[in-house]
Structures are given as structure tokens and as C-alpha cells.
């Protein structure tokens, strides 16, 4: 098998036939397989997957999730399931050309030293919230993070099987995939893509779940606001330390003063949210632990099509 296509779906009926239909004419002449991963889809997603699959048992494979698990989980399930040389994933809303995998795959074969090709985005589209909230995203978590991450990269890309294998071998619950292609590794190339037109639909990326998600990204690959919390609490108590100095030193000096109230309400009102920060902070923290020691799967398989065995 020479390349496999993971393809996550969520309520994305009236998509399904259109990026089937160009990866199958783009690679017609080569052995290449598509999984298609639906994520818990409301509509008639796993119906339109089926159909296609009846047609083209030879290059189709399904996976249905019991719920929505998210895009990261459905991009683990398709390379848990991926058996080509290469393995890509690209979205099924058509906002990323299926002509552009074949010009990654291309880099791969007359490449041997490189191991995976990202695309990244040339123009982002939405209103100025998420164009200028993409582009500090990657500028705060860089600075966090130990691990770098490319700018405006995608999980739109294509990587070798050993990229694959080293990615399946991370047992994280929380996943968030574009942290974990950085982090382990290997030799990446960068290319610019154009982003186009949803063919139908509406996204499901707004602005809470990318909040969350950068959030998810934030507290899987950076301790720092950890440390930040430390710092921001020695700070504030040094400050609180001087202040009273001051205020005994003045008493001393001048005697009691009774004004004052503004400044203690003040001072208890500022310290009080660095604490809540703090532990806002340590809640996110903890809380992905606690979801970590559970050690449920990542995602629950309803349904199998085009694979040995079947989930009814």
C-alpha cells in the first residue's frame, strides 16, 4: 500500500462525495487507500460513508465513533488503522485542495531525508478575531513551550510510517495532535497551502472550541504557566512584604493613620485574583491528570467497514 488517507468527518454529509471524488481521480494510477473517520456525526454522515464504501470496497475503509471524541481521536483511530507508506490526513470540508497530497507525496519520494511534509496556511480566512487569535496563538505557546511549533501549520500533511509508529507509541489520553507531530520529531518540510471554500456545511472550529483548544495545547506542552503562578505569588508577596515594612516604618513614625480602606481593598482584591489564577491554573493541570490516570480510550469504535472484523 502506497498511501493512506485519513479523512475525520463530523456532520459532513454533503462533503463526502466531493473529496472522495477528486482523491480518486488524483490517484487512480497508484495503490492508495481512504479512512474515513466519522466522529460521532448528527446527520447523515455514516449513511453517505457507507454508500460510498459499498461502491469501492477496494480503496474505502470506515470507522464510526460510538459519540463525537473529538478531531484529535479521529486522527489517531486512522492511523491506528493506516496501513500505506505514507499516510496523509486532510479535511473533509474541501478547504484543503486534495491536488496539494499529491505534491507532498512527490517531496516524499525524491526526498529520502525528509519524513513528513506539513502545509501551512498562506492566508488564514474568518474575521480579524481569528486571523490575529491564530497568529498570537503560536507566538504565546512558542514562548511557553519547550517545543517549537511551525507557524500556521495544519494537521493537514503527510509523513512517513515511522513518523506514524513513533506517534501511535505516545499513550496520552489528551492529545493534541499538532503538539505531538512537533514533538517527536524528525525531519519536516514546510509548504504553503491557499485555503479554499467549504463546499457546504458550516465549520465546526468557532471561537469557544478554539480557545479550548489552544487552552488543551497550552497545558499539554508547557509547564510554564505553572511557573508563572509560582513567580507572580513570590512577586506579590515580596510586594505585600515591602508594603507592610512601610506601613510600620509610617506608624512609627507619623502614628496611626486611619484612612487607608481603598488601598487594603485594593491590595485584597489583586492578591485575591492572583490566587484564583493560580489555582485556575493548577485546575487545569490537575484535571488533565485526573482524566490521564483513568486510562479510558482515546475513542469508541460503533461501527468498522472495509476491516477484518466488524463492530456491530
Known amino acids: 500500500m502506497k498511501l493512506s488517507i485519513i479523512i475525520p468527518a463530523c456532520n459532513e ?20 487507500e481512504v479512512v474515513f473517520v466519522d466522529d460521532g456525526s448528527k446527520d447523515k454522515t455514516y449513511k453517505v460513508l457507507e454508500s460510498v464504501y459499498r461502491n469501492d470496497k477496494e480503496h474505502v475503509k470506515v470507522i464510526s465513533f460510538s459519540r463525537n471524541f473529538g478531531k484529535d481521536a479521529a486522527i489517531y483511530a486512522g492511523m491506528e488503522h493506516a496501513a500505506g507508506e505514507y499516510t496523509a490526513i486532510i479535511d473533509a470540508d474541501m478547504e484543503q485542495n486534495p491536488t496539494y497530497l499529491e505534491n507532498m507525496m512527490t517531496f516524499l519520494d525524491h526526498h529520502p531525508d525528509y519524513d513528513q511534509v506539513v502545509m501551512t496556511i498562506q492566508k488564514r480566512n474568518g474575521n480579524i478575531f481569528k486571523r ?6 503560536y507566538k504565546f505557546i512558542n514562548f511557553l513551550s519547550d517545543t517549537k511549533f511551525i507557524e500556521d501549520a495544519s494537521d493537514f500533511r503527510m509523513f512517513r510510517s515511522t513518523v506514524k509508529e513513533a506517534i501511535l507509541n505516545l499513550p496520552e ?6 503538539g505531538i507531530f512537533s514533538w517527536v520529531g524528525f525531519n519536516t518540510k514546510s509548504m504553503e497551502y491557499k485555503v479554499g471554500k467549504r463546499k457546504a456545511g458550516k465549520t465546526k472550529f468557532n471561537l469557544k472550541s478554539s480557545f479550548k483548544y489552544a487552552i488543551n495545547g497550552v497545558v499539554g506542552f508547557s509547564v510554564k504557566p505553572l511557573k508563572l503562578a509560582t513567580f507572580f505569588g513570590t512577586l506579590s508577596s515580596l510586594g505585600g512584604f515591602i508594603y507592610l515594612v512601610y506601613l510600620i516604618v509610617k506608624t512609627l513614625i507619623r502614628g496611626v493613620d486611619t484612612p487607608g480602606f481603598a488601598t487594603l481593598a485594593s491590595l485584597t482584591l489583586f492578591l485575591g485574583g492572583i490566587q484564583l489564577i493560580a489555582i485556575g491554573i493548577l485546575g487545569e493541570y490537575i484535571a488533565k491528570m485526573f482524566i490521564e490516570t483513568k486510562n479510558r480510550p482515546i475513542y469508541v469504535a460503533r461501527k468498522k467497514l472495509g476491516f477484518d472484523e466488524e463492530i456491530l
Open 13 to 32: 454529509e454533503a462533503n463526502i462525495d466531493s473529496i472522495y471524488n477528486n482523491i480518486r481521480a488524483i490517484f487512480s494510477d497508484i495503490n492508495f
Open 132 to 137: 490575529v487569535g491564530g497568529k498570537l496563538f
Open 173 to 178: 489520553k489528551n492529545r493534541f495532535s499538532k
